[in-house]
């Protein structure tokens, strides 16, 4: 039974008049465009480590890069069952900066001079700030803003494998010549287990290139794997270990490096960063079927 004074209140509201809740707005808002974060920081025991995004390219023809060895039929089915198109992808480049506490290290370049101290300082870093310089491999997007008009980074020592650097001295390649040769004298070279500095040693994963080579930082306890271009794509790379990829200049030894590396951060549970990986770049391996899965950091770093 409804109570009077309810019965009151449901007929004052069937009388009153409608109530229109729009109102007109005061001006038209514009359309701001595409909008991504450009860097991530977090601390990795007593080391600050902060990935930043100097810059993104557009591809056609997913499969002229990414499972070269595998069916048409097969790469459509695993894009598919992955929300991924087959006739475009986008890939990042993503750069790793360490603060270890007495010393600030880039690893890798990018694309271009512009794209890597536009990166940097908006991530509140200059380039005059950059200590250490350590190139993972010497590909072009890698490279690229090592060098311009002028040495980009003006305090630096430049560290890279020497199998690495040995391989490119010897190739007669443009993007080495003009990048890298003007700063040979200023490079130290490392051999795999090696240190940069205490807390950051070398990791030996050919194949992509001759000397391609991974990062482990270790502080106080905590660690990371800067895997670079070991594993590019999320799916159709780290998923996938044994399917081909155009870049890899070694295929086979690249894919036995991908398997060696990410099983051993999945039987170890160490985070890890990818180049080309989606950024941030930041995230766990686990073992999914024959291959592996990547799992996107999610406040497990947040610190």
């Known amino acids: 039974m409804i109570s009077p004074n309810r019965r009151m209140i449901l007929g004052a509201g069937l009388a009153a008049p409608f109530i229109s809740l729009t109102r007109a707005a005061h001006a038209e808002a514009p359309m701001m465009g595409a909008s991504f974060a450009h860097h991530r920081r977090f601390t990795l025991g007593n080391f600050e480590v902060t990935t930043i995004l100097a810059g993104f390219a557009s591809r056609d023809n997913p499969q002229g890069t990414y499972g070269m060895n595998?069916?048409?039929?097969?790469?459509?089915?695993?894009?598919?069952?992955?929300?991924?198109?087959?006739?475009t992808f986008t890939t990042g480049f993503a750069p790793v900066v360490v603060n270890t506490g007495s010393e600030l290290v880039l690893f890798d370049t990018g694309l271009n001079p512009e794209g890597i101290t536009g990166a940097l300082e908006g991530a509140g870093y200059s380039p005059d700030q950059i200590d250490t310089v350590v190139i993972t491999h010497m590909h072009g997007d890698h490279i690229g803003g090592i060098y311009g008009d002028a040495p980009t980074f003006?305090?630096?020592?430049?560290?890279?494998?020497?199998?690495?650097?040995?391989?490119w001295a010897a190739s007669g390649n443009d993007r080495f010549e003009g990048k890298v040769r003007p700063l040979a004298d200023q490079f130290a070279f490392l051999e795999a287990d090696q240190d940069v500095s205490s807390g950051i040693t070398a990791?030996?994963?050919?194949?992509?290139?001759?000397g391609h080579m991974g990062y482990m930082l270790d502080s106080n306890g905590q660690q990371l794997m800067i895997m670079a271009d070991m594993a590019n794509h999320p799916v159709w790379s780290l998923a996938?270990?044994?399917?081909?990829?155009?870049?890899?200049?070694d295929k086979e030894t690249a894919a036995a490096s991908r398997r060696r590396v990410l099983?051993?951060?999945?039987?170890?549970?160490?985070?890890?960063?990818?180049?080309?990986?989606?950024?941030?770049?930041?995230?766990?391996?686990?073992?999914?079927?024959?291959?592996?899965?990547?799992?996107?950091?999610?406040?497990?770093?947040?610190?």
Do not use: C, K
């Not at 560290?159 to 040995?166: C, K, L, P, S």
């Not at 996938?240 to 200049?249: K, L, N, Q, S, T």
């Open 154 to 167: 003006a305090n630096a020592r430049f560290v890279t494998g020497r199998a690495e650097f040995d391989h």
């Open 70 to 87: 595998v069916s048409a039929e097969e790469f459509a089915a695993v894009s598919e069952a992955n929300f991924l198109s087959t006739e």
């Open 203 to 210: 990791i030996s994963s050919p194949g992509h290139t001759p």
């Open 240 to 249: 996938y270990p044994d399917w081909e990829v155009r870049f890899d200049m």
């Open 263 to 303: 099983d051993m951060l999945a039987t170890d549970r160490i985070p890890a960063t990818g180049y080309h990986l989606p950024f941030p770049s930041i995230g766990y391996i686990d073992r999914h079927e024959d291959g592996f899965r990547w799992i996107p950091e999610s406040g497990q770093l947040s610190s």
